[in-house]
């Protein structure tokens, strides 16, 4: 992967390229490649360093972490589904101690770039968690899933309802620095994804995570129950990758200026392309590793040479680039981000006191 | 040292109801050791199958111009087997392997029994290989529901001191299941250690009758996994660690092989409320 990145200074010295210069910035952070991993693919970067170096990608995101070590949900977890599967894993994990002990103290060892992702069952275990990293450091952003069941909400989630996303989001901004970028993993079992963002970037979130799985289910036929011991399951793969699509450009034309991490059936360098052009800034890698372990950096070389293919010197400049107006197709300008004037912003955030801390 | 390669089929034959693919396999095949597995990819680079199937290692071998090379048996079940059965000579496959926890091996030459149900003596031919170069005895069992199931029972035949068979149906062997023999092969061998692969219910069995005889037992279990790799926690099942505690542990990176008594076999598919974090544990720390 080491060939991809072309020094940008010297214009003389860019000899003829095939690879786009991949650096972006997300959120202020730059970061060598867009391509991140996608929470709950990756554990914590270990296992996949084997197939490839984990410091060449954007970031590695971490299986969402709780409180507590959490032993997950019975099995069978996992079920194949056409272009994708469907998983109830439960959240397994050993904690924030330990990961914190053990994980975070790996990726910083290895050199990784780390987007923590956190889950909590009450507003309260957010902030707690996001408290406990503040302490420790050592990482580049938190991702929020908000797509956990809301124990004070009769196990409604999160992220299906605008105040409770809004609550957590506000939450771990209050006990994060405020100079760590936090995105809000958002669902898309919603109505009106654009009502949610719109309601998490309000209460600090700097930026959105597009987005995690939809709920499904299975039926085995031979049983004639269903498939997963937790009943339904969240739907994985290529098979949501419009979905995904859809949301990024629902979500993009609506806050232009949101640093959006695309996710969601994610395995080629064109799919990662179609998202940057939805107006991603970044790209999570997920089930696509389960199929081929080296995915995320293999999907790094073939966005480079996508990119390039179109005519442009640099992956930051084909984000957005599909939301360009009609009349300013024609072949690769430079500035293409951001070529769609911004619409309605519903709101000031300089309303909102606690987004500077 | 895991790698992901591109592999070239180099055969594809049948065996009783079974498929047995020899592939290319440098750098995996060299490395493997008994109960290590390989995990494949289904389909294609566009196909609709996004996880890998995994199949123990049957056999390794160097040949010659390809390098190291191994067979694995495959049990038609579903599309992917479907699709793996019908690969032909040159056909590629995107492979990755070694990968898992071996069967641990004796340093002096003791008495061992394997155990196999259906296709699960494919990994018994290198494991019996390397007891008998390490000069132990090696009893074989092996059991299938009908004898067209059984796998392997010529060349095991060769391989063991004795081999002992049970069919369901009784078409061959001992009419009955082979945890039915366990007990008099266990006492005539004088095992000192069981080795199993095969159906969970009968892992169960013989790590309960391997311990019961205070017989050191290891079995390879047989969980449905997605990644194969260690990443995704699907394929978890509860496990007493050397601690005494019990833990939801994956079955692709910590197994498949483990020891017989230290698996909760009756609380697969559940989740003890003893483990570390289950829900009501209260051992939460």
């Known amino acids: 992967m080491s060939a991809v990145f072309v020094a940008g200074g010297d214009p003389d010295r860019r000899q003829p390229i095939e690879q ?71 959240l397994q994990g050993p904690g924030i101690d330990a990961f914190i002990g053990n994980d975070l103290a790996w990726l910083n060892e290895r050199g990784a770039r780390t987007i923590v992702s956190i889950a909590g069952e009450t507003v309260e275990e957010y902030g707690r968690l996001a408290a406990k990293l503040r302490s420790s450091g050592g990482f580049d952003a938190i991702e929020v899933n908000i797509s956990c069941p809301n124990v004070a909400d009769r196990g409604q989630v999160f992220a299906c309802r605008a105040e409770s996303a809004a609550q957590v989001v506000q939450t771990v901004r209050r006990s994060t620095d405020s100079r760590i970028p936090i995105f809000a993993k958002l669902s898309p079992d919603v109505t009106d994804i654009v009502e949610i963002a719109d309601a998490v970037i309000r209460a600090g979130a700097t930026g959105l995570s597009l987005i995690n799985t ?25 098979a949501i990758r419009p979905v995904a699509l859809r949301c990024v450009w629902q979500v993009h034309h609506a806050f232009p200026t949101i640093p959006i991490i695309g996710m969601g059936g994610i395995r080629s360098g064109r799919d990662a392309l179609e998202f940057l052009l939805a107006g991603a800034t970044a790209v999570s890698v997920g089930t696509a590793v389960f199929h081929d ?20 010197d640099r992956v930051q400049d084909v984000i957005g680039f599909a939301h360009r107006a009609d009349d300013s197709d024609g072949p690769a300008p430079a500035s293409a981000q951001h070529a769609t004037p911004a619409p309605q912003e ?9 987004i500077t801390e | 040292m895991v790698q992901q390669i591109k592999s070239e089929v180099l055969d594809n034959r049948r065996v009783g109801d079974y498929h047995v693919l020899s592939l290319t ?56 087997t479907e699709w793996l059965a019908r690969k032909r000579r040159h056909d590629v496959l995107n492979i990755v392997g070694p990968l898992g926890q071996p069967f641990s091996l004796p340093k002096q030459g003791v008495s061992c029994v394997l155990v196999g149900g259906g296709y699960g003596s494919a990994p018994m031919f290198i494991l019996a290989q390397s007891l008998r170069e390490r000069g132990c005895r090696v009893d074989v069992v092996i059991g299938a529901s009908t004898e067209d199931r059984l796998f392997g029972v010529l060349e095991l035949k060769r391989l063991a001191s004795a081999l002992t068979i049970t069919t369901d149906d009784g078409s061959t062997g001992v009419r009955g299941k082979v945890t039915d023999v366990l007990n008099d092969v266990l006492q005539r061998a004088g095992a000192d250690v069981v080795y199993a692969c095969g159906p969970m219910p009968m892992l169960s069995e013989v790590a309960r009758i391997s311990t ?3 017989v050191y037992s290891e079995c390879a279990v047989e969980e449905a996994m997605a990644c194969g790799i260690g990443v995704c926690m699907t394929c978890v099942l509860p496990v007493i660690g050397s601690d005494g505690a019990t833990r939801m542990v994956r079955s692709c990176v910590e197994g498949p092989v483990f020891r017989g008594d230290r698996v909760r076999w009756r609380d697969i598919n559940t989740i003890p409320a003893d483990a570390i974090g289950a829900p009501d544990s209260g051992g939460e720390s």
Request: with cysteine; proline share 6%; aromatic share 4%.
């Open chain 1, 20 to 90: 786009a210069d991949t650096g972006v910035e997300l959120a202020g952070i730059g970061l060598p490649s867009p391509v991140l991993t996608a929470s709950g693919c990756a554990a914590a970067g270990r296992e996949l360093d084997a197939f490839f170096d984990i410091t060449e990608l954007g970031a590695i995101v971490t299986k969402s972490i709780m409180l507590k070590p959490r032993a997950g949900r019975a099995t069978p977890r996992m079920s194949e589904t056409p272009s994708g599967m469907l998983n109830s894993i439960g």
């Open chain 1, 214 to 238: 939809l709920l499904g289910l299975v039926i085995d036929t031979t049983t004639m129950r269903p498939t997963l011991a937790g009943t339904t399951g969240g739907l994985s793969g290529p």
């Open chain 2, 212 to 214: 019961k005889q205070r």
């Open chain 1, 346 to 354: 519903t709101s000031s955030l300089e309303d909102w006191d606690f």
């Open chain 2, 25 to 80: 396999a440098p750098g995996i095949a060299e490395s493997a050791q008994p109960g290590h597995f390989v995990t494949i990819a289904m389909g294609g680079e566009e196909s609709s199958m996004v996880l890998r199937r995994a199949f123990a290692i049957h056999q390794v071998a160097s040949r010659g111009v390809y390098g190291g090379t191994l067979d694995i048996a495959i049990s038609v079940a579903g599309t992917g």
């Open chain 1, 293 to 312: 372990p080296s995915a995320p950096s293999r999907i790094h070389t073939e966005l480079a040479r996508e990119v390039r293919a179109r005519g442009f």
